[in-house]
Every structure is written in structure tokens, then in C-alpha cells.
């Protein structure tokens, strides 16, 4: 049985035999809603490497204590991947965020590109950002990841260079770019950038930018995928030449 997976602050001290509390909406969610009792296992992680299997010893309705039975500390997964994510239209922003959470996306950056149909404004922005890194908490959950993706700020262009230039390998996604992502090699460690388009596609400054502080222009193959999706394909195709997925 797939054991029901929370999340806590941390779990740096934890050792076995200790108690973990877990609280607010977590532990309501837990007791409440999923209806957890006494002497049932859990699954707890931190989102920063620790994960703790225990059984629950006490509950109410917004508190839970676990006793733990095991814990687990790995270190963080080498390379980290960051996808630069431009603005998708409707929800294909939290679809494109759950994917890339689920298969191993370290830091998701939202991006507003030129032709980005999407505008993140005012209190507008900081809901939608709020969606982004809920749907990214519960997809690292669902994923059963013991290290949690962030979801970073609002990034301009000038943002994304940065990140280009600082990166140990930078792909830009592009239709028409000559060559293939099958080309690429992936590092085995450091950090690698991956560039996501908006629906309309990146402007020639974009591309210009971007190449020149670094990134390395390529397309996925014959198709055009939506930008919703293109990046998780391009983070999977990287991944499984990594010992991350070997």
C-alpha cells in the first residue's frame, strides 16, 4: 500500500523513536479529510531531503504527532534542472508546473516573455504565483519527492539572461533552430537551464539574448509542442542521459 505522503517544515533533527508534529491545513487534511487514526503509517518529508515513515500516536482537528520509524536523508539531485517557464493562457501554467514537478524540475521560473499571452499584474500576479507553488507542492508530494521544487519570482528577460550565463548548459527551445536536442550532452552535475517559449513563440531579441549570454538554441524534433508541455519533454529527454535516471 502507497503510504500518504505530508508535509513539515523540517525534519533536520529527527531521529527514530522521536515525534513529529505535524499541524494546520497538513494535519487537518490528514486527520479530517483522509481520516487517518492511531497506529496508521504516514510518509513525512521536509521538501529538503529528509523523509520520516511512522506511525500516527495523536490527533485532532489540526494536529497530528507521528512517531518515527525510520528516517531518510538524501542529498540533493545532481544536475539541477531550472525551467525558465514563459506565461501560458488559462491553467496550462499550473499543467506545465505539475509536469515538470513530477518529473524532477528543481526551480520553475515564470517568465514573461514578449509574446506572452498571459499578463501577471498586481494581485493578480501574486495568485496566480501562489497556484504555481501549490500545484508544485502537492505534485512533489504526489511524486513522493523528498526534495521539493521552488517556484522562484516573477523573471524579466534581463532575469533570464542572468540565469543563462550563469548556467553549465542553457537549451533554448525553438522550432526552427538548426540543431537537435538529441545533439546535447547533459553534465553530470552543475545546473542546467532549460528555456520555454511562450504560445507565440520567442521575439528575435529573445533569441538573440539568449544566445549570446550562452544558451544553445534546438528543437525537440519535427513536431511543435505546446509550451505547456514542451519543457517537460525537453527535461526528460536531458534527465535520461544523467545518472539521475540511469
Known sequence: ????????????????????????DEAHHAVVVRRLRIGEQVML??????????????TSKRAMEVTAESVDVVPEPTPEFVVVQALPKGDRGELAVEM????????????AAARSVAVWKGERAEKSHARWCSTAREAAKQARRPWHPSVAPLATTVDVTRLVAEADLAVLL??????????????????????????????EEELVTFEAAGATAVRLGSEVLRTSTAGVA?????????ARWR
Do not use: F
Open 100 to 111: 515538470l514537478t513530477e518529473v524532477g524540475a528543481g526551480v520553475i521560473v515564470p517568465w
Open 1 to 24: 500500500m502507497t503510504l500518504p505522503v505530508h508535509l513539515v517544515p523540517s525534519l533536520s533533527d529527527t531521529q527514530v523513536g522521536g515525534t513529529v508534529l505535524v499541524e494546520g
Open 45 to 58: 518529508t521536509d521538501g529538503h531531503g529528509a523523509t520520516v515513515i511512522g506511525s500516527v500516536a495523536a
Open 234 to 242: 525537453a527535461v526528460s529527454a536531458l534527465l535520461s542521459r544523467t
Open 174 to 203: 525553438h522550432e526552427d533552430a538548426a540543431g537537435s536536442l538529441a545533439s546535447l550532452e547533459a553534465p553530470e552535475s552543475g545546473r542546467i537551464v532549460v528555456i520555454v517559449g511562450p504560445e507565440g513563440g520567442l521575439s
